[in-house]
């Protein structure tokens, strides 16, 4: 079992930035990924890194704005939002693999979840 609790989110004014904070207990964290979830609208996967960050992928609408990394020591994965837009507002969460993997993009694998931290994007 893995237990994951996001920090950071918070209010902040279109072209701020946030930084996004997972924090894992119970098992070292391998595949790690962030999704979010706007009311009304289905959850969407926004990056993905690997076990040792060698490996990152994101979604096409925050490649070059959003930033996924994380510290294996602290067992902690980020997520670097930069210039963010009202359209980004959402509950975003972070998700851990189902087992030990390098990395991942199946989402149906990402089965351990936190309980979300509220982004708030105002214009």
């Known amino acids: 079992q893995v237990q994951l609790v996001e920090s950071g989110g918070g209010l902040v004014q279109a072209g701020g930035s946030l930084r996004l904070s997972c924090a894992a207990s119970g098992r070292t964290l391998s595949s790690a990924a962030w999704f979010r979830q706007a009311p009304g609208k289905e959850r969407e996967l926004l990056a993905i890194?690997?076990?040792?960050?060698?490996?990152?992928s994101y979604a096409d609408f925050v490649k070059g704005r959003f930033t996924i990394s994380r510290d294996n020591a602290k067992n902690t994965v980020y997520l670097e939002m930069n210039r963010l837009e009202p359209e980004d507002t959402a509950v975003y969460y972070c998700a851990a693999a189902r087992r030990w993997t390098y990395y991942t993009d199946n989402r149906n694998e990402y089965v351990y979840w936190g309980q979300g931290t509220q982004v708030t994007v105002s214009s």
């Open positions: 890194i690997s076990w040792n960050g060698g490996s990152t």
